[in-house]
């Protein structure tokens, strides 16, 4: 079995300030972890995977996340908010080959 | 190149009523997945087809829904007898093998029944 808890459904940051959006993992086996973002009325968008190589990895748009085993955590981190970066972001596990879990996402709003 | 595409990306219908969602996957991507996201219930899993097999279909919500696949491209999610507990956007996502290759997500449609 396998599920994401991701801990705070908003978070609000002032522009220029440092976003983290947490995410926990359970799995039964070693995961593959995703972070998704999703734009009003849009579908979801990847930002980053983690698949076993590097522990921290850097995505799209200035995103980066660190797999951390002992914590079982994938948190997502941006050093600086843009106001674009307002949207949800949804972590996601596979550990099956092919059914991603999600979490129930976080809406992050980003204030002038 | 060209995304994920669905059709339409809108749908009102009425209760009883039967619907058919199209997905169009990536050129060449083998695995495609239909994915259901809710107030309610979040994102969920519905079904997964590896070329026009459905090895998963352990996400259906009940007999009413079923999916198909031709070709090993397009694919259609049909709802029969809609529900009011139906209504939903319905994402779908292809990847180029099974695995854990990455999900690529079309824009969705969204279907409110009446």
């Known amino acids: 079995a396998q599920s994401v808890t991701q801990l705070g459904s908003h978070v609000s940051v002032s522009e220029g300030a440092l976003v983290l959006l947490r995410c926990n993992y359970s799995?039964?086996?070693?995961?593959?972890l995703f972070w998704y973002v999703q734009y009003p009325n849009q579908g979801l968008q990847l930002l980053l995977k983690?698949?076993?190589?590097?522990?921290l990895v850097k995505g799209i748009n200035g995103f980066e996340a660190e797999f951390k085993k002992s914590e079982t955590s994938f948190h997502l981190t941006k050093p600086s908010a843009h106001m674009s970066d307002a949207a949800e972001y949804f972590c996601?596990?596979?550990?099956?080959?092919?059914?991603?879990?999600f979490g129930a996402g976080t809406t992050v709003t980003v204030r002038a | 190149g060209a995304g994920v595409s669905q059709s339409p990306s809108n749908k009102v219908t009425e209760k009883g009523k039967d619907v058919e969602l199209r997905c169009d996957p990536i050129?060449?991507?083998?695995?495609l997945y239909w994915y259901r996201q809710s107030l309610g219930q979040g994102l969920e899993f519905l079904i997964y087809?590896?070329?026009?097999?459905?090895?998963?279909k352990s996400g259906l919500p009940s007999d009413r829904f079923s999916a198909e696949r031709t070709g090993g491209s397009v694919s259609t999610l049909t709802i029969q007898r809609t529900q009011q507990e139906d209504s939903a956007v319905y994402l779908c996502?292809?990847?180029?093998?099974?695995?854990?290759?990455?999900?690529?997500f079309g824009p969705g449609t969204r279907l409110t029944v009446l």
């Open positions: 087809f590896q070329g026009n097999s459905a090895p998963d």
């Open positions: 799995s039964s086996v070693p995961p593959y």
């Open positions: 050129s060449g991507h083998t695995a």
């Open positions: 983690y698949t076993s190589a590097a522990t």
């Open positions: 996502a292809s990847s180029l093998f099974q695995g854990k290759d990455t999900q690529y």
């Open positions: 996601a596990v596979t550990s099956n080959d092919y059914k991603l879990s």
